[in-house]
């Protein structure tokens, strides 16, 4: 079955450093992979999605990720954080691109420090 | 894109009473899902909603729980009946938008339940 592992629950970083939240999946194929923000009181919010082809994906808000197979990782990059950027993040997997198939991880939550 | 709206946002609701989440998407969409969030955890999908045919629910949800309606391809509602302090949450409705591969599941800003 697949799933998606997030290992840090909480993860907290200075304003202007790099960032770099981890994920790993566990399916058969090539999946379809997700990363989603929350912020507080919010909804979810994609940030960006692999299917195929180029493995460095850019997204939204400057953030990026690297689908790597041989890792069965999709970590989750920005170069330098903004005091805004403090939110849970959420990686996901689906076997197609279908919101039925998708599989959550369990989030990491992003803390600022000024 | 999708924009999607909820209502109620945020409710508090007494035990034993039932409690109708709306969603409203500005496009017309295929399939429509209702996802449960608890506190401190992931999403977790309830159920799946087609326009005219019937909620297709995920292991441990059940309609009389959670009944489910799509009149149309814009809307659906979920009902979160006889409630109790486990179903303080929130309810998050998510459209997928597009046909084929590559398309994006968007999602709305959530219902937050208190029961008390």
């Known amino acids: 079955a697949q799933s998606v592992t997030q290992p840090d629950i909480h993860i907290t970083v200075s304003e202007g450093a790099s960032l770099e939240l981890r994920c790993n999946y566990s399916y058969g194929a090539t999946p379809y992979l997700f990363w989603y923000v929350q912020s507080p009181g919010q909804g979810l919010q994609l940030l960006l999605k692999y299917f195929s082809g180029d493995t460095l994906v850019q997204g939204i808000k400057g953030f990026e990720a690297e689908f790597k197979r041989s890792q069965s990782s999709f970590n989750l990059r920005k170069p330098s954080v903004h005091w805004s950027d403090a939110a849970e993040y959420f990686c996901?997997?689906?076997?197609?691109?279908?919101?039925?198939?998708?599989?959550f991880g369990s989030g990491t939550r992003l803390s600022i420090r000024p | 894109s999708a924009v999607i709206s909820q209502k109620p946002s945020r409710d508090i609701c007494q035990r034993g009473t039932s409690l109708t989440i709306q969603c409203q998407v500005d496009s017309q969409v295929t399939m429509m899902f209702w996802y449960r969030q608890q506190p401190g955890q992931s999403l977790t999908l309830i159920a799946t909603?087609?326009?005219?045919?019937?909620?297709?629910?995920e292991s441990g949800f059940v309609i009389d729980k959670f009944p489910i309606s799509r009149p149309n391809l814009t809307f659906s509602t979920l009902t979160v009946s006889n409630m109790s302090p486990e179903d303080s949450s929130i309810y998050l409705c998510s459209v997928e938008v597009g046909q084929d591969v590559g398309n994006t599941i968007y999602f709305g800003e959530g219902s937050w339940l208190t029961v008390v």
């Open positions: 909603a087609n326009q005219g045919s019937e909620a297709t629910y």
């Open positions: 996901a997997v689906a076997m197609y691109s279908s919101a039925s198939k998708i599989i």
